[in-house]
């Protein structure tokens, strides 16, 4: 399966301490069929790869950060750091299995190149605090794209329904963990208000490319912006 970023080089690392329920739907449907119509395979094609970049983003910043974080004086920041990279990189095994149950299409590739453009322009910053602010308004929004999709009309029973649900509540918690990295950097409360607005608005241009196959999902881009804006505010 092809990646945004084949360059990364990251293994899971403490698996004692991550407490994703993630491992356990993949050992689950790892040899289990995974069913959609053609109609869904074809919004997912396109879907899909838009979150698996985000996986990848987000492994290889978290990684890096935990490199040059002295864990003699932060042992819990960088604790947090790496169980971010272990979640995200399960997240990223699990989502390429149900892409692999998709089969391939032309969008496929579309998407790709359009989230790895929209990742680094994000990282495109002043500072790393600055960085991290983007990471947890854009985590705070992933969360929203994943509940939308477990609501969506797969079904109640799918399991790709149930993949997103386990996803989502491991995302809630990088959200706190990108929030509190910012912040330890220096970050301030007037600098996430004024820079979550602008981290939806180029969210909201990356998913607008794709707003066919959101729809094939019954998933409103104009509900889910609504959403993405509520709720940076209440957690931003």
Request: aromatic share 6%.
């Amino acid at each position: 399966m092809s990646q945004c970023f084949p360059n990364k080089q990251l293994a899971i690392r403490d698996p004692q301490q991550q407490h994703s329920l993630v491992p356990q739907w993949l050992a689950h449907y790892q040899q289990q069929p995974i069913l959609f119509n053609a109609q869904q395979q074809t919004a997912l094609a396109a879907l899909l790869p838009l979150l698996l970049c985000g996986e990848e983003s987000a492994q290889m910043i978290f990684d890096k950060q935990s490199q040059i974080t002295d864990s003699a004086a932060n042992q819990q920041l960088l604790s947090d750091l790496n169980l971010t990279v272990t979640e995200e990189l399960l997240h990223e095994q699990a989502l390429a299995l149900v892409l692999s149950h998709v089969g391939k299409h032309e969008i496929t590739n579309k998407a790709r190149s359009a989230a790895k453009r929209f990742y680094i322009t994000l990282a495109k910053t002043n500072t790393t605090a600055e960085h991290f602010i983007r990471i947890a308004t854009l985590d705070t929004c992933v969360t929203q794209i994943l509940l939308s999709l477990s609501n969506c009309n797969l079904g109640a029973n799918h399991p790709l329904v149930d993949l997103c649900k386990k996803i989502a509540k491991d995302e809630a918690k990088h959200v706190y963990i990108a929030k509190h990295y910012a912040m330890t950097l220096g970050a301030n409360f007037k600098q996430f208000e004024s820079d979550k607005l602008l981290t939806v608005s180029k969210l909201m241009t990356l998913l607008r490319q794709f707003e066919p196959q959101f729809s094939q999902l019954a998933i409103c881009l104009d509900n889910l912006e609504g959403k993405f804006i509520n709720k940076c505010k209440l957690d931003i």
